[in-house]
Nanobody, 112 residues
């Protein structure tokens, strides 16, 4: 059974930082097949950050220089480092696994 558990979200002031974690089980985990998505209230889910098989990393334009993806294959865990945070970063954050597995997400709230 595939399970994805996102954690690390919470309430933080603008300018602060968070590290989100995503621990996977039931799959052959590789950070090069994982990605982070966010979904703000009333909006579509959108891609945040992904690390590709060729070693390159995609980061949404609005998040470059602030969000960084990393992971530990030995721990089956993906991370999203977020610094500095802005109020518009507030959303649910997810780390889906291929082909289409999703966890419950972790909520990030940023106060101004």
């Amino acid at each position: 059974q595939v399970q994805l558990v996102e954690s690390g979200g919470g309430l933080v002031q603008a300018g602060g930082s968070l590290r989100l974690s995503c621990t996977a089980s039931g799959i052959i985990f590789s950070i090069n097949t994982m990605a982070w998505y966010l979904q703000a209230p009333g909006k579509e889910r959108e891609l945040v950050d992904v690390s590709s098989m060729d070693g390159s990393t995609y980061v949404a334009e609005s998040l470059k220089g602030r969000f960084t993806i990393s992971g530990d294959n030995a721990k089956n865990t993906l991370y999203l480092h977020m610094n500095p945070l802005k109020p518009e970063d507030a959303a649910m954050y997810y780390c889906p696994a291929p082909p289409d597995y999703w966890g419950q997400g972790t909520q990030v709230t940023v106060s101004s």
